[in-house]
């Protein structure tokens, strides 16, 4: 269906939907899936020539995180205002020369579902998390962290267990999609992935798998019922993607100890003490070694069935935790996304959160389930089958990375160097660990200037050819939402296959093409800058909201406006808000059943009151905070 909002530039396309798979759909790419996959999908057609534009696919992370993140806060054609219920235009979308294609995957994702369920959701870190729930005898009455709604299954065997089998599935969606919309299928036949965070393993994997899907189909040995399509990807771009933890698992050590930004996150005895335990007989490197070992010779097609190589993978991964990835989390008071911001951080704002739970919104765009911005059940998933540190069934995400380049596939790499959680070191690393053909070539290459406009110097990047790694600047995780132009500039570069530094030569399939300049970056340091000023957003309680306003919230005391805690650093921001402004009464729910919103009517104006976020659109705004419930592990976005 065509939503209507968010991209209101007038003429411009968009559509919003599900791609439908029954039980057994996936058996002709070898994986079991005895469960029903809803994938849900939104798309925006290109501000300028949509028919002769390129088509690129965004997908975050997780795994698990919707791409609504990218779409609503990163680089979709809209970002929502502060009142969680009205948007204003990009100027730097994607879609300005693009068409972009947003898909929550894998399924229970975002508003992706496979058996729509009711169920519970406290927003409280104790309780948190989503509950099956039976409301036949009744509905249990709401608050302002405490609802009610209708989500996917949230069980962890009806979705994918691991990034192969999830890029089987997208195969699967793709296939249909461009059946269903060949009219956006680009006249050149070629389509980009362009993911971030665990994107960063899903990315390589995805795009070797369809390559691979590609030379079947070709050559004839893809033989199962029905056509299947040669879809050729032209680009992958990743953003601050952690693509293989082996390689990268120091670089969270080396970036709370020592950066570019002057920030000492961890004291020398603790960088000392996980370098020593990652290195040491036995220690993390070995036990990473011994869970790859034992997954090539048990579970040498990834299906992640093979409980005794799950079981090495998973304790691989939580042993290394707590002495590599974990310091930092522990001992900073810094948040994961930004190391230059605490850890209540509240850039890049939430308010999306809101938005996605008006009732107008989901009935623009026809879904049946409550959003939720990352999802347990395909988090531990996952997380069952050590999916993180292991490798994949081309050798590993590496090899994925050296196959698609000398298949003549360009890939930009794209860090943000405040990022902690797949910051730009361990990156770099990666981008240099890359065995294909032109590598020495690549290493060669020096850094130059980013230049994003007449007046800026963006980052730094080096490229050979159709491989560019870059750093940009005073950026953290979701590098668009930080630096805006300089994203689209990139994107826009690597896609038309221009030189990411100026855009003005073209580099695709240049062999000759390199960059000059610095051998590394770490000789240019940056100004920190300091964090932003804390705003409780009560959807994101346990990320924006202190103890204090937590119990406030809790206990009925906080006055609440827009889902924001109106307190002293907010109250100039809301002149003539009091507790006297309270919402109207509602029904917090309908029958036993029935999914979704209550209204379908857009609000003349927001609410707000004392305790109580009113109105019949409120109450079904629904979604899992960015931590593992379960675990202690922090979801990479």
Not at 330 to 337: E, K, T
């Amino acid at each position: 269906m065509n939503p209507g909002i968010c991209e209101t530039t007038p003429g411009v396309k968009s559509y919003s939907g599900y791609v439908h798979f029954p039980p057994g759909t996936l058996s002709d790419v070898d994986e079991y899936q005895n469960y029903s996959i809803n994938t849900f999908f939104w798309f925006f057609e290109s501000r300028k020539d949509p028919a002769n534009a390129p088509l690129s696919v965004w997908m975050n992370g997780g795994p698990g995180s919707s791409s609504m993140i990218g779409l609503l806060q990163e680089n979709g054609p809209c970002s929502v205002n502060d009142d969680s219920n009205s948007t204003t235009l990009n100027p730097w979308s994607w879609n300005n020369e693009v068409n972009m294609l947003y898909v929550d995957q894998p399924v229970q994702t975002g508003f992706s579902w496979d058996i729509l369920t009711n169920g519970t959701l406290n927003l409280d870190s104790q309780n948190g998390g989503i509950i099956p729930t039976d409301f036949t005898h009744g509905v249990p009455e709401q608050n302002n962290t405490f609802y009610v709604g209708t989500f996917p299954s949230q069980n962890s065997g009806n979705t994918a267990n691991d990034t192969q089998n999830a890029a089987r599935a997208l195969w699967h969606f793709a296939q249909t999609w461009f059946q269903e919309f060949p009219d956006y299928k680009p006249n050149n036949d070629a389509i980009s992935i362009f993911t971030e965070s665990y994107g960063g393993r899903y990315g390589p994997a995805y795009t070797a798998f369809f390559e691979e899907q590609n030379q079947r189909i070709a050559n004839g040995s893809f033989k199962e019922t029905g056509d299947a399509y040669i879809i050729h990807l032209d680009t992958l771009g990743i953003i601050n993607g952690c693509v293989d933890y082996l390689t990268m698992a120091l670089s969270y050590l080396h970036i709370a100890y020592n950066n570019t930004y002057g920030i000492q996150a961890i004291n020398e005895s603790l960088y000392n003490q996980g370098v020593e335990y990652f290195n040491s007989e036995g220690g993390c490197r070995d036990q990473i070694v011994k869970c790859r070992t034992a997954a090539a010779e048990g579970d040498p097609d990834f299906t992640g069935n093979n409980n005794t190589v799950n079981n090495l993978c998973v304790d691989a991964y939580m042993n290394c935790y707590p002495y590599v990835d974990a310091v930092y989390d522990d001992n900073s008071g810094r948040n994961v996304y930004d190391i230059a911001a605490l850890d209540l951080d509240p850039f890049p704002p939430n308010y999306y959160f809101g938005y996605l739970s008006q009732a107008y919104v989901q009935a623009a765009l026809g879904v049946p389930t409550n959003w939720t911005q990352s999802n347990n059940a395909v988090f531990n998933g996952f997380l069952g089958t050590g999916d993180y540190v292991r490798a994949d069934i081309r050798g590993g995400f590496l090899d994925d990375l050296a196959y698609i380049l000398d298949s003549g596939i360009k890939v930009a790499m794209i860090y943000g160097d405040r990022d902690y959680i797949c910051n730009w070191i361990g990156g770099e690393e990666v981008s240099l660990a890359v065995d294909y053909s032109q590598k020495e070539a690549f290493h060669a290459a020096g850094y130059t200037n980013i230049t994003t406009n007449s007046s800026y110097v963006g980052g730094l990047v080096r490229q050979h050819g159709n491989f560019s790694f870059s750093r940009v600047f005073q950026a953290g995780h979701e590098v668009p939402a930080y630096q805006p132009e300089t994203a689209y500039q990139i994107f826009s570069r690597a896609i038309f296959g221009l030189d990411i530094a100026t855009g003005t030569v073209a580099t695709a399939n240049n062999s000759d093409y390199s960059t000059t300049g610095l051998s590394d970056t770490w000789s240019v340091k940056n100004q920190d800058l300091g964090s932003p000023s804390p705003q409780c957003y009560i959807l994101a309680l346990t990320t924006t909201c202190n103890e204090d306003q937590i119990l406030a919230v809790n206990n009925g005391t906080g006055l609440i406006h827009d889902y924001i805690l109106i307190d002293a650093n907010q109250s100039h921001l809301f002149p003539g808000v009091g507790n006297n402004d309270k919402p109207p009464a509602s029904s917090t729910s309908g029958a036993s059943g029935t999914p979704g919103p209550t209204s379908s009517t857009k609000p003349a104006s927001s609410k707000s009151g004392a305790g109580k976020t009113g109105g019949p659109w409120v109450f079904f705004g629904t979604m899992v905070m960015a931590v593992g419930a379960a675990v202690v592990v922090l979801w990479l976005e």
